[in-house]
C-alpha cells in the first residue's frame, strides 16, 4: 500500500518547495497507528524519478529545511527540498523496507510547502482495513 499524490506548480518560473511527510511523529498528537519510516518518492509528469528520502536528517538539504521550520520531528520520517520547473508532479508515500524490516501499513500526512512558507496543498491517509484519503489544494 502507498498514498500516491499529485500536484501541480503553476506559472513561468521554477518553485522551491519543501516536500514531507509526517508519520511516526504523529503518535504524539494522538493519532493511532502512525506509519513509522516514511520514504518519498517524487516523479515528474513523464515518470522520472526526480528524488526520493528516508530519513530527512541524511539529507544534503537538512540544514536549509531546518532554516525553514519544516524539518519533522522524527529523524526517520522523510523530507525533500527541491527546486521544480512548472507543470505536474507525483508523490508517492510508502513504508520503509528491506531485507531486515518488512514494510508496515499505517497513517501518514503528507504536505508540499511552496517557499517561502505558503502550504501549497497537503493530503492524509491511513492504511490497513479502512483507507480515508484527502486532498487539497
Known amino acids: 500500500s502507498v498514498l500516491i499524490v499529485g500536484f501541480i506548480i503553476q506559472g513561468s518560473q521554477p518553485a522551491q518547495v519543501v516536500v514531507r511527510c509526517l508519520a511516526g511523529?504523529?503518535?504524539s498528537?494522538?493519532?493511532s497507528n502512525a506509519?513509522?519510516?516514511?520514504?518519498?518518492e517524487l516523479y515528474d509528469a513523464n515518470n522520472n524519478l526526480i528524488a526520493?528520502?528516508?530519513d530527512w536528517f541524511?539529507?544534503?538539504?537538512?540544514?536549509?529545511i531546518c532554516s525553514y521550520r519544516r524539518d519533522p520531528a522524527n529523524s526517520i520520517e522523510s523530507a525533500l527540498l527541491v527546486t521544480l520547473n512548472p507543470g505536474r508532479y507525483t508523490a508517492i508515500v510508502k513504508s520503509?523496507?528491506?531485507?531486515?524490516?518488512?514494510?508496515?501499513?499505517?497513517?501518514a500526512f503528507f504536505e508540499v510547502y511552496d517557499?517561502?512558507?505558503?502550504?501549497?496543498?497537503?493530503?492524509?491517509?491511513?492504511?490497513?482495513?479502512r483507507s480515508v484519503r484527502v486532498a487539497t489544494f
Open 58 to 64: 541524511t539529507s544534503n538539504d537538512a540544514q536549509t
Open 96 to 107: 520503509y523496507s528491506d531485507a531486515q524490516q518488512p514494510a508496515t501499513s499505517g497513517v
Open 52 to 54: 526520493s528520502n528516508d
Open 25 to 27: 511523529s504523529l503518535a
Open 35 to 40: 506509519l513509522f519510516d516514511s520514504v518519498i
Open 115 to 129: 517557499l517561502p512558507l505558503r502550504v501549497a496543498g497537503w493530503a492524509m491517509f491511513r492504511r490497513g482495513d
Open 29 to 31: 498528537f494522538g493519532v
